[in-house]
């Protein structure tokens, strides 16, 4: 069987397993050993200690991501913020400027917003949606353009061609957040970008059980970024990867799910006579729809809608829900529901909502793998 005729289902079982087996173990041991004896490792990096992120643990999650999103390495980090800063900084330095899209995940935001300008690296936000305005943000000392392959909570779709075009014939790094999709649906190194992250957390894990990271990309830009990993120290534990590792397994089963029931979910929503507007790029009135379909192989498990009757209407739907919990967060087999302005976007002031289009009632669902029937009962009880 040749390489190229294994299927990303087999792939997410198979792949990067240890050759041969630890002990003939069909699942990798947790190493909860921090060091490990030396055996003539030549650098630093490669010495084996859990913060180098290079236990057995790691190594297998690092094979299989890469060959998941066709890259020459990945790395497992402790967290998904952990993934997106330590990347950050190792492309930016005093005197840079970052090009970002403006809906970005609320910690990336803030981050970029508060703490890289402490450190006198300068901003500009671009609506990545708009190729036409991201000439005029250009700047002589740009470094980084930095996207999300799904926004939030808006669920739109960028022209991410365009992303990687615009970036090469400036020699800027690209780079994306890629969790909302998850290898399972897009590989942004494969399109062309420098670096794809994750909170792994979210799909990658699928059972909101841990908090992980990943970064995967090509060399030598992975080189820099685990040496300023193994300097940051932001790394997985091995008891915390074995879980992330068990969770990936179903990745493909799980999304698949996810998708049909956010497709039949959008569906219904759209039909409802109380809900003025559904966000969801495989329904073909989305802008997005098109641009989904050319560079995504689904359209996702996240939507969000506005019910007609504003802040105090959207609220008593939400409590009125009896399946998804009401919380932020997303990926996990359960379904979650939540109103961003509460939540991931609170930090945002009323005129950075307008500018961003966010309506104060908009709720989001992270679609779980329950029954589309229950799931769409439940709604249609809270809706009536
Ligand atoms: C949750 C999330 C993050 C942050 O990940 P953590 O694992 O919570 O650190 C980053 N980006 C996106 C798109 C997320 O949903």
New binding site residues.
């Given amino acids: 069987m040749k390489k190229q005729d294994i299927s990303f289902d087999t792939k997410i079982i198979h792949s990067g397993e240890p050759d041969p087996r630890i002990e003939g173990a069909a699942n990798v041991p947790i190493f909860q050993s921090s060091t490990f004896e030396y055996s003539g490792q030549k650098s630093y990096d490669d010495l084996k200690y859990i913060r180098l992120n290079n236990t057995p643990n790691h190594i297998v999650l690092h094979e299989k991501l890469a060959i998941l999103e066709g890259a020459e390495r990945a790395l497992v980090t402790s967290?998904?913020?952990?993934a997106?800063t330590t990347s950050l900084l190792t492309f930016l330095k005093s005197g840079d400027h970052l090009l970002a899209h403006k809906t970005l995940?609320g910690?990336?935001a803030d981050y970029v917003k508060h703490d890289l300008t402490e450190y006198g690296i300068e901003f500009d936000f671009i609506d990545a949606m708009d190729p036409s305005e991201w000439n005029a943000k250009l700047k002589s000392n740009t470094k980084v353009i930095y996207v999300?392959t799904i926004t939030?909570p808006l669920i739109e779709v960028a022209p991410l061609d365009e992303v990687v075009a615009f970036a090469k014939k400036h020699g800027l790094i690209s780079m994306i957040?890629n969790?909302?999709a998850s290898p399972a649906l897009f590989c942004p190194v494969q399109l062309g970008f420098d670096i794809s992250l994750h909170?792994?957390?979210?799909f990658l894990n699928g059972h909101t059980d841990i908090?992980?990271?990943a970064i995967i990309g090509n060399e030598p830009h992975m080189s820099n970024i685990n040496s300023k990993l193994n300097h940051l120290g932001g790394c997985l534990d091995p008891n915390a990867c074995f879980l992330l590792h068990r969770g990936m397994k179903t990745l493909s089963l799980r999304i698949k799910r996810q998708c049909s029931n956010a497709m039949k979910i959008a569906i219904f929503l759209n039909d409802h006579e109380m809900v003025s507007h559904v966000n969801y790029p495989g329904l073909e009135s989305s802008p997005s729809y098109q641009r989904a379909k050319e560079l995504l192989c689904g359209f996702g498990g996240m939507l969000s809608f506005i019910v007609k009757g504003g802040i105090e209407e959207a609220d008593k739907v939400m409590s009125k829900l009896k399946i998804p919990m009401c919380t932020a967060?997303?990926g996990g087999v359960e379904s979650l529901v939540t109103r961003p302005v509460q939540t991931s976007h609170s930090l945002l002031s009323d005129e950075e909502l307008l500018e961003s289009g966010i309506d104060k009632s908009l709720i989001r669902l992270a679609v779980g793998i329950e029954s589309a029937t229950d799931l769409i009962n439940d709604l249609d009880q809270a809706l009536s």
């Fill in positions: 967290s998904g913020m952990s997106i995940y910690g990336t999300e939030n957040d969790t909302f909170s792994a957390t979210k908090v992980a990271g967060s997303m």
